[in-house]
């Protein structure tokens, strides 16, 4: 089937370390995306990418680092610089053309800091 | 800058009656507006959107959204609801332009069908 897939579902992290979450994705999409999403806040936009090789901050990007070495893949580094990194992260993607085309989501990431 | 209002975080409704949740909007241009619905734990699963045409979007499981540009509104409807319809749900918009657009989400809107 194609899809979006996130790991892990959930993740426990150290004060002080970095984590990083996977996104693939077998769409075909030129877009990738990666969310945060707390509660009452709705989706926050951290980075995306267009195309392999290049990718753009977003609203929230500070303590946050991404690579897009290939078109499947969007994994999602957060770093100790991240002051509150405990949230529901969210990747998606979309299809090139048209800011009409539908955004495409993964089942999330649950990241806990301990 | 582009914005999504849901003024409500959460709506109740009685299973079997017609349900509403509200979405107002603001951006410059044309827009292109989506529904999303996400379940306890999961991502976002996409419901319907609005494009260009018909005002009335119809989308999966029974739910349709009326754009109404003078309101600049766009609220999900439902006619019957039921109990596994109980979720978040997220307005969200874009807009008619070239190159990357970034679309903009509302807070979420809780629905709940009381058996």
């Known amino acids: 089937d194609g899809g979006i897939t996130q790991s892990p579902k959930y993740l426990f992290r150290k004060e002080g370390q970095n984590v990083t979450l996977s996104c693939e994705q077998n769409?075909?999409?030129?877009?990738m995306y990666w969310y945060r999403q707390d509660p009452g806040q709705g989706l926050r936009l951290i980075y995306y990418s267009q195309i392999v090789n290049d990718f753009q901050k977003g609203d929230i990007a500070e303590g946050y680092s991404v690579s897009r070495e290939k078109k499947e893949s969007f994994p999602l580094t957060v770093t100790s610089a991240q002051k509150n990194p405990t949230a529901f992260y969210l990747c998606?993607?979309?299809?090139?053309?048209?800011?009409?085309?539908?955004?495409?989501f993964g089942e999330g990431s649950w990241l806990t800091v301990v | 800058a582009q914005s999504v209002a849901q003024p409500e975080d959460q709506v109740n409704v009685a299973e079997g009656n017609p349900l509403t949740v509200k979405c107002t909007y603001s951006?410059?241009?044309?827009?292109?507006l989506f529904w999303y619905v996400q379940y306890p734990n999961r991502g976002l699963q996409f419901l319907l959107k609005?494009?260009?045409?018909?005002?009335l979007v119809k989308g999966s499981y029974g739910f349709e959204a009326e754009f109404n540009k003078s309101q600049t509104s766009f609220h999900l409807k439902k006619p019957s609801a039921l109990v596994s319809d109980s979720a978040l749900y997220f307005c969200?918009?874009?807009?008619?332009?070239?190159?990357?657009?970034?679309?903009?989400f509302g807070t979420g809107t809780k629905l709940q069908v009381i058996p």
């Open positions: 998606a993607s979309r299809p090139p053309g048209s800011s009409g085309n539908t955004i495409y």
């Open positions: 969200a918009v874009s807009r008619d332009r070239g190159g990357y657009q970034k679309v903009t």
């Open positions: 951006v410059s241009g044309n827009p292109y």
């Open positions: 769409l075909n999409h030129d877009a």
């Open positions: 609005y494009i260009t045409g018909d005002n």
